[in-house]
């Protein structure tokens, strides 16, 4: 285990929905990374969030979002959503990217099944 | 690369074997290194890691080999059991915030 959680871990919609999907990052890690993994693409970095700020974006698309909340948790918010995104979606966390403290740990997933 | 998927390249060894799982990264100016561990249908999971600055590095049964020349990374896995059957990726980041995974290599230990 971890230490960090995602919820929910099963997700099924229809196309045209949005979805959020929410983490808590490990104690103590300021830093929140998400990540889609599918079949054909592998694992895709997202977009990274550093105590309450982004720091940087991935390979997001227009339709996707995310926050960080003051007690660390992140939500992702999946809109409009096409069969295409059907994926595994992981959250990360770190301690703090910029003082050596890279490492990430990975959450559980979201299997999101758009329909 | 980047991607991964229904064409992993496959390492089958038998169960008290060693196994050696290779990469090549793609960033010359990489500093930090992650070999993660995938099991179906699960996160992946952190084994063990190297700084640009070495180039070994060992854990318990498993250690990491570095070679910036070639740009190669290697997972070697002592004494491999059933339980390290999975999907095995590394990671370069050279910015600190964004990991680049390495196409995947499944293990599949034979008992």
């Known amino acids: 285990d971890s230490g960090v959680t995602q919820t929910p871990k099963h997700l099924i919609t229809a196309t045209g929905q949005r979805v959020t999907l929410r983490c808590s990052p490990r104690s103590g890690d300021l830093s929140v990374y998400w990540y889609q993994q599918s079949l054909d693409q592998g694992l895709q970095f997202l977009i990274q969030y550093y105590n309450g700020e982004e720091r940087a974006k991935g390979n997001i698309l227009e339709r996707f979002s995310a926050q960080q909340f003051p007690d660390l948790h992140s939500e992702l918010n999946l809109s409009s959503l096409e069969l295409g995104d059907s994926a595994l979606y992981f959250c990360?966390?770190?301690?703090?990217?910029?003082?050596?403290?890279?490492?990430?740990?990975f959450g559980p997933g979201t299997r999101l099944l758009v329909l | 690369g980047e991607s991964v998927g229904l064409h992993l390249p496959t390492l089958s060894v038998q169960e008290g074997d060693n196994s050696i799982i290779n990469c090549a990264y793609s960033?010359?100016?990489?500093?930090?290194f992650i070999w993660y561990k995938q099991e179906s249908g699960k996160g992946p999971q952190f084994i063990i890691d190297i700084r640009s600055n070495m180039d070994k590095r060992q854990g318990q049964r498993v250690t990491v080999l570095l070679n910036k020349t070639v740009k190669h990374l290697s997972l070697q896995i002592a004494a491999t059991q059933p339980g390290d059957s999975a999907v095995y990726f590394c990671?370069?980041?050279?910015?600190?915030?964004?990991?680049?995974f390495g196409s995947g290599t499944r293990l599949l230990v034979r008992p």
């Open positions: 990671a370069e980041t050279y910015s600190s915030y964004k990991l680049i």
């Open positions: 960033n010359s100016a990489s500093d930090y």
């Open positions: 990360a966390s770190s301690v703090d990217p910029t003082s050596g403290g890279e490492t990430q740990y």
